[in-house]
């Protein structure tokens, strides 16, 4: 038996465009799709770096997985008086972070890189051509196992670097937390609802989850996950979450 999904909560920023298939899914399902970040990121600062005992400038390559290893790996060379060549090379997860270096550099197509499916596995065939590249992925504290993995099935070596840190993110008291379905993408997120609802008991609440990780996670809280992505049938959230809905719709209604 079915339960009617009204209200559901995405533990992600809200998007910045209104292209967004999340908006397309809330109108053509007429549900209501709320955002909220369970995490936040904080920067993790030169002397905390330093015992990492790695040091930038032996790399000639640098691969980034999202904005935010962007604006922390400049701010961390700032701090630590590095000044990066202009022959350093970047590699990024999609044309979007890639673009985002703008903000940094002088943007040239010749040291600039990206996945052109925007996944990571699309970026291994890049890296692919480029073996002779020391590269340096930047990331934070709570690594995600997917990343490795895919990168390690490159033709390439990389070193790690964990420049910011991932934590949960606080609610208020007053905040009002009634949903039919939350949406995690990350272990941490899971640890947040612990957090900040202690008392939280699942019942008919559905829970989806991006990542191999986060669903471990939910399973070990003792919560029920009742979809999971990617899948070869829907390698994104948004792709699952509108299947997940329409199966729903079949269902005889409790």
Request: proline share 6%; charged share 25%; aromatic share 12%.
């Amino acid at each position: 038996m079915a339960v009617k999904i009204n209200k559901i909560l995405v533990s992600q920023p809200k998007p910045t465009t209104e292209k967004s298939p999340y908006f397309d899914i809330s109108e053509k399902y007429n549900v209501q799709i709320d955002f909220r970040p369970f995490i936040k990121v904080e920067p993790i600062h030169a002397k905390e770096f330093r015992t990492q005992k790695i040091s930038i400038l032996d790399y000639t390559a640098i691969i980034f997985n999202a904005r935010h290893g962007i604006d922390h790996f400049f701010r961390l060379c700032e701090e630590l008086r590095v000044t990066v060549p202009e022959t350093m090379k970047y590699f990024c997860v999609s044309e979007s972070v890639a673009l985002y270096l703008q903000r940094y550099i002088h943007y040239r197509k010749r040291k600039v890189f990206f996945s052109p499916t925007g996944k990571l596995p699309g970026l291994v065939p890049v890296l692919n051509k480029h073996v002779d590249e020391k590269y340096l992925l930047i990331t934070s504290n709570v690594v995600n196992e997917e990343v490795i993995t895919t990168l390690e099935s490159s033709k390439c070596s990389f070193d790690k670097a964990i420049m910011y840190q991932t934590v949960a993110n606080e609610f208020s008291s007053e905040e009002e937390f009634e949903y039919d379905m939350l949406l995690f993408f990350s272990p941490v997120g899971i640890a947040s609802l612990k957090k900040n609802f202690p008392k939280f008991k699942q019942g008919r609440v559905k829970i989806g989850c991006f990542g191999s990780t986060t669903a471990q996670a939910i399973r070990d809280a003792g919560l029920r996950l009742d979809l999971e992505a990617p899948t070869a049938e829907a390698p994104s959230m948004t792709m699952a979450l509108e299947n997940f809905l329409k199966e729903n719709l079949k269902r005889p209604r409790k």
